[in-house]
């Protein structure tokens, strides 16, 4: 297999335990021909508009999607569902930039970090799988967040648009919510959800570094200014705003400065 076809296998699978079992196992063979200095060849594939998923959960639009109290043992368990459906699709978010991007030429460095980035996101579905199975529930017993594909479907044909605003903005903002996040779980006593959210913060910077590593590298290449490159993208493609507070310390440890985001505030964007 290419590694483009092993791409196609994860995002045309739709159960999320093979999907990720799939995508970890890939990894691994990535690797390990890596580390051996073969090649595994890249090879060319047109990945779906929108990749496989099973029938649960429903998807909503984000204005119908149940709001709870996260006080409460029922808000958490939604609260860790959300978490894993945020995971889900950033597993197929990195396999479909591999997939998707074949006519941009990158260093194989590119792939390794993408590789790495839907091997961690597998992992962190699964740490949250497993906090939901804990809990007597499982991913697709809450209906989900429908708009998670759209900055994707957006970027389609714009890979300095996908770098900009899934690692840099959607997963810089993971950064700034998780450590709240693992405060409530703190509160509540709840140790398996701490550690998988520790886990998973940790992980995520080293994502969004990997965005912007990329994102710097094409401009270089193209002998763009990086800093209102991304804020002219962002404006484009991101529909949202972008809200302080800020985790600069993280943002900074992944290669973000404060001049990137702060003057996107309070600016509605797309």
Request: no cysteine.
């Given at each position: 297999m290419t590694l483009r076809d092993m791409a196609m296998t994860v995002l045309t699978t739709a159960d999320p335990i093979q999907k990720t079992a799939a995508s970890r196992q890939f990894a691994q063979i990535w690797r390990d021909a890596r580390k051996?200095?073969?090649?595994?060849?890249?090879?060319?594939?047109?990945?779906?508009?929108?990749?496989a998923r099973p029938a649960q959960p429903?998807?909503?639009?984000?204005?119908?999607?149940p709001t709870r109290k996260p006080g409460t043992p029922e808000g958490r368990a939604a609260m860790l569902h959300a978490i894993a459906h945020i995971e889900l699709n950033a597993v197929d978010l990195h396999w479909d930039v591999i997939a998707r991007y074949g006519h941009v030429d990158f260093p194989l460095g590119?792939?390794?970090?993408?590789?790495?980035?839907?091997?961690?996101?597998?992992?962190?579905f699964n740490l949250m799988e497993d906090c939901l199975q804990q809990r007597g529930s499982h991913y697709g017993a809450l209906p989900a967040h429908a708009g998670m594909w759209a900055?994707?479907?957006?970027?389609?044909?714009?890979?300095?648009?996908r770098l900009a605003v899934v690692p840099m903005v959607l997963e810089a903002r993971g950064l700034d919510v998780t450590p709240g996040m693992i405060k409530l779980f703190k509160q509540a006593k709840d140790t398996a959800a701490v550690e998988a959210l520790e886990v998973i913060y940790a992980e995520e910077v080293a994502h969004v570094a990997?965005?912007?590593?990329?994102?710097?590298f094409l401009c270089g290449r193209e002998n763009l200014d990086p800093t209102p490159?991304?804020?002219?993208?962002?404006?484009?493609?991101?529909?949202?705003?972008?809200?302080?507070?800020?985790?600069?310390?993280?943002?900074?440890?992944?290669?973000?400065?404060?001049?990137?985001?702060?003057?996107?505030?309070?600016?509605?964007?797309?």
């Open positions: 051996a200095g073969e090649a595994i060849p890249l090879g060319s594939a047109q990945p779906p508009d929108t990749p429903e998807l909503l639009a984000p204005r119908d999607v590119f792939y390794d970090d993408w590789v790495q980035a839907a091997d961690d996101e597998s992992k962190h900055s994707a479907v957006d970027t389609a044909d714009d890979i300095m648009g990997y965005g912007s590593r990329w994102f710097h490159t991304f804020h002219q993208l962002v404006r484009k493609y991101f529909h949202g705003q972008l809200r302080p507070p800020f985790n600069e310390e993280k943002r900074a440890e992944a290669g973000i400065a404060p001049d990137f985001y702060w003057p996107l505030v309070d600016q509605p964007q797309g």
